[in-house]
């Protein structure tokens, strides 16, 4: 019997329509608890390979391949004879030969888990690099699916560093119709001209909104207020004075009052009385932890979708 196809995922941006809406709405499904007797990763070997600290997103895939039927391999990051000087592609062409799936979180380049997805036989999920935070985004998605019933026509207010989750939410977003998303950034510390530039091509598509300023003026009145910690793992500030930089962007009452959002996310960890005010994280418009929550579901309609299930064949119910 042929043996299925896999699938990669590096990022948002190798996903057509069809397919990201697959996986947000099957994300949906796990949430809202249906699908649990299912294994699509049955007699599958998952590696999780993490050279950077990870909560959620490690245990989100780890929990997710274990519940879908997958047995798991452990790297951490001193593991591989990668340390030693084997290259990359000839880790690569060895772990496709035994694993399934290899989940990888590093810090460096989107190129770096190109050079793992060398073969269709293993799967390469992209658990944050640097350039980009795909499955963050699919569980926001997920997140926001869940709360308004569409992410059509949604305004979104993110605040804080240009970063991997700042990245792939404009990617995720601007591939939505009529959505707003309002970047409000530290000046030195804003997203990468390559993202926004892809992120204006989806958008001339959709018909989304996508716009970076560098300050915390005249705040749009949005649905969603979005922070993230001003300390990304895996990077270094630049500038020594980057706190007072920073010192502006952070989210309190009185930016979820005046942006008129019913809504806070914060793709965690939090340091509170930094990028946000304990009052806001544990308030009641706070959906942090129901996200936290989410990239449990989200990665497990990650790892099915890349083991092959999905789409015409396997559509996603009404939830
Ligand atoms: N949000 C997120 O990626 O969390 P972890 O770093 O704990 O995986």
């Given at each position: 019997?042929?043996?299925?196809?896999?699938?990669?995922?590096?990022?948002?941006?190798?996903?057509?329509?069809?397919?990201?809406?697959?996986?947000?709405?099957?994300?949906?499904?796990?949430?809202?608890?249906?699908r649990?007797?299912?294994?699509?990763?049955?007699?599958?070997?998952?590696?999780i390979?993490?050279?950077?600290?990870?909560?959620?997103t490690?245990?989100?895939?780890?929990?997710?391949?274990?519940?879908?039927?997958a047995?798991?391999?452990?790297?951490?990051?001193?593991?591989?004879?990668?340390?030693?000087?084997?290259?990359?592609?000839?880790?690569?062409?060895?772990?496709?030969?035994?694993?399934?799936?290899?989940?990888?979180?590093?810090?460096?380049?989107?190129?770096?888990?190109?050079?793992?997805?060398?073969?269709?036989?293993?799967?390469?999920?992209?658990?944050?690099?640097?350039?980009?935070?795909?499955?963050?985004?699919?569980?926001?998605?997920?997140?926001?699916?869940?709360?308004?019933?569409?992410?059509?026509?949604?305004?979104?207010?993110?605040?804080?560093?240009g970063?991997?989750?700042?990245?792939?939410?404009?990617?995720?977003l601007?591939?939505?119709?009529?959505?707003s998303?309002?970047?409000?950034?530290?000046?030195?510390?804003?997203?990468?001209?390559?993202?926004?530039?892809?992120?204006?091509?989806?958008?001339?598509?959709?018909?989304?909104?996508?716009?970076?300023?560098?300050?915390?003026?005249?705040?749009?009145?949005?649905?969603?207020?979005?922070?993230?910690?001003?300390q990304?793992?895996?990077?270094?500030?630049?500038?020594?004075?980057?706190?007072?930089?920073?010192?502006?962007?952070?989210?309190?009452?009185?930016?979820?009052?005046?942006?008129?959002?019913?809504?806070?996310?914060?793709?965690?960890?939090?340091?509170?009385?930094?990028?946000?005010?304990?009052?806001?994280?544990?308030?009641?418009?706070?959906?942090?932890?129901?996200?936290?929550?989410?990239?449990?579901?989200?990665?497990?309609?990650?790892?099915?979708?890349?083991?092959?299930?999905?789409?015409?064949?396997?559509?996603?119910?009404?939830?």
């Amino acid at each position: 019997m042929a043996e299925p196809a896999r699938r990669h995922l590096i990022s948002l941006n190798d996903l057509d329509d069809e397919d990201l809406r697959w996986i947000v709405g099957r994300g949906v499904e796990y949430a809202l608890g249906h699908r649990t007797d299912e294994r699509p990763l049955r007699n599958s070997v998952a590696g999780i390979l993490f050279r950077k600290t990870s909560t959620r997103t490690r245990t989100s895939f780890s929990a997710g391949a274990l519940r879908l039927g997958a047995k798991l391999i452990n790297y951490g990051p001193g593991d591989l004879q990668e340390n030693t000087g084997e290259t990359i592609e000839d880790t690569a062409a060895v772990l496709s030969r035994m694993l399934d799936m290899l989940v990888v979180r590093t810090s460096g380049a989107e190129a770096e888990l190109r050079a793992y997805a060398v073969s269709s036989r293993m799967a390469v999920i992209n658990a944050m690099c640097a350039d980009e935070h795909p499955t963050q985004a699919l569980a926001d998605l997920t997140t926001l699916t869940q709360r308004f019933g569409r992410v059509e026509g949604l305004r979104v207010l993110y605040v804080g560093e240009g970063n991997n989750t700042a990245s792939a939410l404009a990617l995720a977003l601007s591939r939505y119709d009529d959505t707003s998303l309002y970047l409000r950034t530290p000046t030195g510390y804003g997203l990468d001209q390559r993202f926004l530039d892809r992120a204006e091509l989806n958008a001339k598509r959709s018909g989304a909104l996508v716009e970076e300023w560098h300050d915390m003026a005249e705040l749009p009145h949005v649905d969603v207020v979005y922070t993230t910690r001003w300390q990304t793992t895996g990077t270094v500030k630049h500038t020594e004075d980057w706190r007072e930089v920073f010192a502006p962007f952070h989210v309190d009452a009185a930016v979820m009052a005046e942006s008129g959002a019913k809504v806070f996310l914060h793709d965690l960890p939090a340091h509170r009385g930094e990028e946000v005010a304990a009052e806001v994280l544990d308030g009641p418009a706070s959906l942090a932890f129901t996200l936290a929550e989410n990239k449990y579901h989200s990665a497990r309609a990650v790892l099915a979708w890349c083991a092959g299930t999905g789409t015409r064949e396997d559509p996603v119910r009404d939830a």
